[in-house]
T-cell receptor, first 114, second 113 residues
């Protein structure tokens, strides 16, 4: 049982390049989330997927797109990377998306945009 | 809007000292409250949670009580260990009108032997 896995662990991009961050969970959870973590700001929600086939914007969605490929996988795409998107990105999941549910986090992807 | 405010760090303590990390929140309705911990190079993991007023969450010697009257969820531990060195995040979650989760900025704790 691997929990939540993310790839890649590290990535360096040039301004304007695109990339997709991959996330998968093996806990049969319905809800999945993408966050970014910036120094002194805690984690901020980018997008979430309450269930397979649905996605919704979080607090900071601009510059990102997501795809809920199936129940296990939820990807985050940067179409044209900007230096302001330099951050650590975390994927998370929880069983039903209830406010009482614990979120389970992946190990993170450290992205640098030059 | 909703917000979570944590005491700024870093906090440096000697082993076996008492720990308090303050957390206050603003929210409409009745959020659930969480403390997550992040060890170096890892993702966040749940430390404890409380889902309604006056509930006490506890785990590994850490405790926090959901105080609606003071809108607080302070984290405490009676005797810290070197292995408790990490970053601690207070968070609230609501699912009214869409999923909302707000994290505090995090408090880094260093425990010296």
């Amino acid at each position: 049982n691997a929990g939540v896995t993310q790839t890649p662990k590290f990535q360096v991009l040039k301004t304007g390049q695109s990339m997709t961050l991959q996330c998968a969970q093996d806990m049969n959870h319905n809800s999945m989330y993408w966050y970014r973590q910036d120094p002194g700001m805690g984690l901020r929600l980018i997008y979430y997927s309450a269930s397979e086939g649905t996605t919704d914007k979080g607090e900071v969605p601009n510059g990102y797109n997501v795809s809920r490929l199936n129940k296990r996988e939820f990807s985050l795409r940067l179409e044209s990377a900007a230096p302001s998107q330099t951050s650590v990105y975390f994927c998370a999941s929880n069983p039903e998306g209830l406010s009482t549910d614990t979120q389970y986090f992946g190990p993170g992807t450290r992205l640098t945009v030059l | 809007g909703n917000s979570v405010t944590q005491m700024e760090g870093p906090v440096t303590l000697s082993e076996e000292a008492f720990l308090t990390i303050n957390c206050t929140y603003t929210a409409t309705g009745y959020p659930s409250l969480f403390w997550y911990v992040q060890y170096p190079g890892e993702g966040l993991q749940l430390l404890l949670k409380a889902t309604k007023a006056d509930d006490k969450g506890s785990n590994k010697g850490f405790e926090a009580t959901y105080r609606k009257e003071t809108t607080s969820f302070h984290l405490e531990k009676g005797s810290v260990q070197v292995s408790d060195s990490a970053v601690y995040f207070c968070a609230l979650t609501q699912n009214t009108g869409g999923f909302k989760t707000i994290f505090g900025a995090g408090t880094r704790l260093f425990v010296k032997a």
